[in-house]
């Protein structure tokens, strides 16, 4: 049954425990193999191995740190045209909001788009005001109720997803969506 | 078996032609049924009924058109949070390269992730230099023989991951990445 | 001295008071004439007369409104390749925190960016972990003490950074940056 | 008068042409310093130096290099909320049209205004059907007339803009756009 990926690259720690929930949600979905694994011990095998991947980022200058592109760039060769098709999702903390966590997501889903990946957002609320259209975002470490749940709905869908689409257990298919 | 909709809108007639031959490439995968509608033809109805969906806009100071854009607009609170889940692909035509086509496949993007669809690109190349890594992108009228094998190449892969992950016909999985 | 123009688009009203306190935010600049326009009411003339521009758009589905997108398709054969080199920033009103109001700000930066226009961001911090990197944004109506200082400094910051370039009045500019 | 600088990463030699001509073009304007540096080289004082830059990287995975990535993320601590008002412009070299040179483009201009810069594009044409609306674009090496006018319209542009905002040298505002 399916497999996920949670990768991430965190400084400060945010990002890492945005990982934690998120592979947390994804174990929401009975079967699934989650992986958590940071940009520094993860290697092409984890790519190979995952049906659908979560990747994770701190928010530097608006784009991807250059510890996760490292790890994207380096494996180009052993990878590249051998991975489309899998399922990806994408979440960043930030320095503050309105601090370019979504173009953090942004730069991650052009990343993954280039190795053929479907990429997805989530139109859920989880909360007051609170949504993860373009993959899960917080400001600084994610602590408030809606922070947690984004993390883990994102966890969730992807496993859901993968579930569906990949293993065709059509009875993972996601409910109405949150509107709040 | 999988239903793929071709929604495009243009005013010169470059990216209906786009459309057309993203609708032939799609007709490549037996068993999907195929719709080709403009913005102003194209209804709520569509989008509910398709599987996968390919979405063109010329590129208008690179972003999609209005024409398109009011389309996505309106049908929100008729679709919204009813149709995630479909899995699209997008095109578009500029005035010349460097123009913004990719930028217009973008904005696309961007709308078709917030109604919770998973989007994708193609690593394969269809031509010396030439590929569709965000898309298909031509400047104005699709005429060299890769400009044209962009878009069938587009159509092609979604009416295949429709096959292969709506329908569950693992038999349609592209092969090998065409690396050239 | 320095024109400057906020354009914007709204049907809640949640962008337009964006639009009130963005233009309040330029007047501080001694010098500077502000004119506040929506995207029915302006015409290409408004573009001609300022120096400086700021736009904003509702998010809609994580990109510019189609009303505001029509007013810049709508004025190209007048106005493209003659007002190059003016100056813009953007903001805008989501439904919610993650629901792509970065997004929405990009779509314009890309639209700015093919007019020519320079466009900028504000490193600066208006609140605890609150910022307006890539444009003012806020969830709904802005109301918090930080989302209406975001807007009124994204207008000052306009309307300083025209009064330096355009007009030459070193004294106006901005002094070291709010880090919190 | 006006320092403008040329960052550039490249391995395969293709950026590194690019930021040949990109500096060309720059010294067209008399009064015009020009400092051209890998990311390599480059350090936090050629960015305090300079009042243009023009930041080039090669289109790995559609997003900007990891080197080049890490000399950004490297300096926000010395360089980060000093550095705002400084005009910039980008460019990319990909592996083939439609492989992601304008998105790489548009990740570094995220990164540039996250700190404040100006980032613009250029409306003129220099070619037939051949444009760098969002920052000079090459498919591997800059060989064709069109993609060298590219590169130097650039630097050109930059040092334009530079001399009649930084230095209040109007005589050096840039003419018609060329069309084509």
């Known amino acids: 049954m399916g497999n996920v990926l949670v990768l991430y690259d965190s400084k400060s720690g945010n990002t890492a425990k945005m990982a934690d929930y998120v592979a947390q949600g994804a174990k929401d979905i009975e079967g699934t193999q989650v992986r958590l694994r940071s940009a520094e011990e993860a290697s092409a095998d984890d790519i190979f191995w995952c049906d659908g ?3 994770g980022s701190p928010t530097y200058v608006g784009v991807v740190s250059w510890r996760m592109k490292r790890f994207w760039d380096e494996i180009v060769p052993e990878t590249w045209g051998k991975v489309d098709g899998k399922i990806a999702c994408t979440f960043s903390s930030s320095g503050g909001w309105g601090g370019g966590a979504e173009m953090t997501c942004l730069s991650l ?4 788009m280039n190795f053929g990946f479907l990429v997805f957002g989530i139109p859920d609320y989880v909360g007051e005001a609170f949504t993860l259209h373009y993959g899960a975002v917080v400001a600084r470490e994610p602590k408030r109720e809606e ?8 966890g969730k869908r992807l496993a859901q997803w993968v ?16 509107k709040r």
Not at 147 to 154: H, M
């Open 53 to 55: 991947l979560a990747v």
């Open 109 to 112: 889903h052009i990343m993954l």
């Open 147 to 154: 922070e947690i749940a984004a993390c883990q709905r994102l």
């Open 163 to 178: 579930a569906v689409y990949v293993d065709g257990r059509k009875e993972h298919l996601p409910g109405p969506i949150d």
